[in-house]
């Protein structure tokens, strides 16, 4: 499975952003995804997941200012980020996993490269 994660970048306080992460080489709508972040120094942590049928959790810390969502069509997974905060500075982990408690234990089966997500003015 390879997982190709994209949309980082730099964006003010308060800003938006979107990632997406298109899945290959594997049965995308069968597994949970979802999406774990690294700021600097400090440990990763679980962001959110949504399962192969929609529905989704997340973390206390972006509950109701993220929001993700997948296309199985497409094979990818999307995290829409508003009312950015300097704390969600970090790199940005796609992840894919049968069982989504994987995911959020940060031990998710497969891994994508990460990308970068700079809050900042």
């Known amino acids: 499975v390879q997982l190709q994660a994209s949309g980082g970048g730099w964006v003010e306080p308060g800003g938006s952003l979107t990632l997406s992460c298109e899945a290959s080489g594997h049965t995308f709508s069968n597994n949970a995804a979802g999406w774990l972040r690294q700021a600097p120094g400090k440990d990763r942590e679980f962001v959110a997941f949504i399962r192969g049928g929609g529905s989704s959790y997340y973390a206390d810390s972006v509950k109701g200012r993220f929001t993700i969502s997948r296309d199985n069509a497409k094979n990818t997974v999307y995290l829409q980020m508003t009312s950015l905060k300097p704390e969600d500075t970090a790199v940005y982990y796609c992840?894919?996993?049968?069982?989504?408690?994987?995911?959020?234990?940060?031990?998710?089966?497969?891994w994508g490269q990460g990308t970068q997500v700079t809050v900042s003015s």
């Open positions: 992840a894919m996993d049968q069982k989504p408690h994987n995911i959020v234990e940060l031990t998710p089966a497969n």
